[in-house]
């Protein structure tokens, strides 16, 4: 996943409002969202090369959700699967605080990686070089493949489409932040930001959503809980060069 953009806990009706586009090679087998038969709490989709995934929920809504930093020079050999911090956290039993030590302690085997891990009561974030996670405070926050709030163009625009919506909105519509996630406009290259790959390139993922061939958007979720533990969680799953999708759809009440 390569954006989430999301308002948490600072909106009268919703405790999370979140959008997101997962970006990823087309050919790499995935499944869409479901509920998984070895887990039947957890609810997310599936990349079957490694069996971990990208952003996922439980039913008593412990919440994940992973995006992978940008550093070429920074990658190691043999590093173990970065999707499987999303999907141990919401498989195992350990409180959020528990499971960010464990990983922090063992970060150094993965690749460079952004992490959100939370419940009902608090979200937490946690990116490779650091050695605690932080709990986030309430607020409409973005991130992308570099820090949290780093304003990249894309960040800074999902984030402020998000602000302007909710400024007078209590019913929240999932289709409103389809269209902000479907946004192909490309940054100004004055604006770009230099992580260690060609300024071509840079332009080419320099949008909220990403067209291309072989690498592009392939996923677009929204997941919203409300304050009464309602679940909505949608998603929309693409293939390079047509415009139709298939969506999934899911509602539920949380269960503590």
Partial sequence: MCLLFFAYDCHASHRLILAANRDEYFHRPTEKAHFWPT????LAGRDLEML??????????????????????AQIIDPKSRGKLVSDSLCLKDSPEEYMIKVSNNRSRYNPFNLLVG???????LNKQSSKASVL???????????????????????QALAHYLE??????PQYLFEILADT????????????ISQELERRLSS???????????????????????VIFKEKSYIPGQEQYTEVNYEFDLTY
């Fill in 208 to 230: 909220i959503f990403i067209q291309g061939v072989e690498y592009g958007t392939r996923s677009s979720t929204v997941l919203l809980i409300d304050r009464n533990n309602h």
């Fill in 39 to 42: 887990h039947p709490w957890v």
């Fill in 168 to 173: 007078n909105q209590r019913l929240i519509e």
């Fill in 52 to 73: 971990g995934t990208w952003m996922g929920i439980t039913r008593t809504g412990r919440f994940a959700a992973l995006t992978n930093f940008r550093d070429p020079s």
């Fill in 119 to 125: 419940d009902s009561s608090k979200l937490l974030y």
């Fill in 185 to 196: 406009e490309l940054a100004q290259d004055d604006d770009l930001p230099k992580t260690g």
């Fill in 137 to 159: 405070l309430p607020g409409i926050h973005g991130l992308s493949n570099n820090f949290l709030d780093t304003p990249w163009p894309k960040v800074e625009k999902s984030k």
